[in-house]
């Protein structure tokens, strides 16, 4: 994975997510609404040709985003957890 901003204004940000497709992005953009986006969205122009763009309009975009990737870990690691337990329990 590579993120390139793009374009950085007041309570816009872009950014290219080389490598991704929609799997990641679906949960970033999900997890920005919860943290308090304006907007949250991103666009693939084309799903073999284009890296995916990830548009977040906030106060502080950048808290935003960094917000929902810290939310995403938080929920894989607790995901993890509960799967784990459950796996022992069945045993």
Known sequence: MKLEIERQETGKLEVLVKGEDHTLLNIIKENAWKK??????????????????????ARNPKKILT???????DDSKEFETVFSREVKGKK
């Open 36 to 57: 308090g986006a304006d907007q949250a969205s991103y666009i693939i122009k084309h799903p073999y040709l284009s890296d995916p763009k990830l548009i977040i309009r």
């Open 67 to 73: 917000d929902a990737a810290q939310l995403a870990i």
